[in-house]
């Protein structure tokens, strides 16, 4: 009997919800109800006195609201926070919850034909400032969670169990990031050697697993498995279910699942069409009359994009006619012509580019495409560099929004390839708005 009570201690404790999780469940329901209270209040006035009968469907309304809130929420986890917390994750778990509430409230409305006496601009309202401060609330929720774990406060207290494993990259990654939620305590190569008292959780290598699970659960403290993936070079792992068999899936990227490619190609789109409109229609035939009479207005060059395959991207002629397009232009450049100087220092010549955005051959937001003799001598030197045509190239991407441009050696590739292989497979609709203000505004550190 003893031995049941144990284990099934442990079982609560990895299904518990932690103190930080249950106060911004609370702080957003409560959100959410003043949102809807507040209008309904400004908008309405005492409607219990001078309208019962819409009382009464609004009070039903803010049951129903509260009620499938409060579903969805549990039943999507949106209120979990992850070691590691990020504040897009949280976001945009947010956003997949007020999406999916706002139309199952409407879906109800219709059904019951109730939705006559509900006011569109007070659901319009209710719903935008909920979302606002939401918003709001989680970005300052997890930012305070964070800087709590940087002063120590609540971390929980991990021992590595294994002789083999990257023990090292896991104690340097906890010391660097105590805002993960963890603390390191001990390395031991055997379980006889933990101290249980001194610990919430052990991390040990695959050959411990089974053993590590009875040892912990006799004791009610969380295991995690920690294979030694480092050599393979992959910044994330996906488990997949097929049947009753787990697949370890590298580098599962976003936008291969669901919708959040069509969701990536509304954006490039929507900001395509601005930018012609609104940069492209007057600049163009601005530009043509300086740059027609010196050898055309246009320039296009062969480069590398989605899966491997190779397009035609445009760009404003900054160079002289006769100049060879497959050399890399340098500082001092005696090809740029002086317009073509003012052209690149402040990136206007990429503004065509926008045309190869609609035509779907780049998004607005990528790895940027490499020249041909780039492409090749890169993908022969730098391992994984094929990863980068997992996406469509961009007009700018996370290595240029953080500054890594210009320089061409060994290092500096590796850290702008690393940055895309990052937005690869961390891509999300944030990122994205993100790496475009980083970029417009310069800056470097914001992402």
Not at 58 to 85: C, D, E, K, N
Not at 110 to 118: E, M
């Amino acid at each position: 009997m003893l031995k049941f009570r144990v284990n099934f201690k442990a079982i609560m404790d990895r299904s518990r919800t932690t103190p930080s999780e249950a106060g911004l469940l609370l702080g957003d329901g409560l959100l959410l109800a003043l949102s809807f209270l507040a209008f309904a209040r400004v908008l309405f006035g005492d409607l219990r006195t001078e309208n019962p009968v819409y009382y009464d469907q609004y009070v039903t309304l803010f049951a129903m609201v509260m009620l499938l809130w409060l579903t969805l929420s549990l039943g999507m986890r949106s209120h979990r926070l992850p070691a590691g917390i990020e504040v897009r994750t949280v976001l945009s778990r947010f956003y997949r919850l007020i999406l999916i509430h706002a139309a199952l409230i409407a879906v109800w409305g219709v059904s019951l034909k109730t939705s006559t006496f509900y006011s569109r601009t007070f659901l319009a309202l209710f719903l935008s400032s909920y979302l606002v401060f939401g918003t709001l609330f989680r970005m300052l929720w997890v930012y305070a969670l964070r800087r709590r774990y940087r002063l120590g406060k609540g971390l929980r207290r991990v021992a590595t169990v294994g002789e083999q494993g990257p023990w090292a990259r896991v104690r340097a990654e906890l010391d660097r990031h105590p805002e993960y939620g963890y603390r390191w305590h001990s390395e031991n190569e055997k379980l006889a050697s933990v101290d249980p008292a001194a610990i919430d959780e052990i991390w040990v290598a695959p050959d411990l697993a089974v053993a590590a699970l009875e040892w912990a659960d006799a004791r009610g403290l969380r295991v995690r498995i920690v294979p030694d993936l480092g050599l393979l070079g992959a910044q994330r792992t996906r488990i997949l279910p097929l049947g009753d068999l787990p697949i370890l899936e590298l580098r599962p990227e976003p936008l291969s699942q669901g919708l959040r490619a069509w969701l990536k190609r509304f954006l490039d789109l929507l900001g395509a069409a601005l930018g012609c409109m609104l940069l492209l229609s007057w600049l163009t035939p601005l530009l043509a009359l300086f740059l027609a009479p010196q050898g055309g207005l246009f320039y296009r060059q062969t480069r590398f994009g989605w899966g491997g395959k190779p397009f035609q991207i445009w760009k404003f002629r900054t160079m002289v006619p006769e100049a060879d397009g497959t050399r890399q232009a340098t500082a001092g450049d005696d090809r740029i012509t002086p317009l073509g100087r003012w052209l690149r220092a402040t990136h206007l010549d990429e503004l065509p580019q926008l045309w190869n955005v609609l035509q779907g051959h780049m998004s607005l937001v990528g790895p940027r495409p490499h020249m041909t003799s780039d492409h090749e001598a890169y993908g022969q030197a730098i391992r994984a560099y094929g990863i980068r045509h997992w996406v469509k190239p961009g007009m700018t991407g996370l290595a240029q929004a953080r500054g890594l441009v210009g320089e061409k050696d060994a290092d500096s590739m590796q850290a702008r390839l690393q940055a895309d292989l990052y937005y690869v497979e961390n891509w999300s609709f944030l990122l994205d708005l993100k790496i475009i203000a980083a970029t417009l505004l310069g800056l470097k550190r914001w992402v």
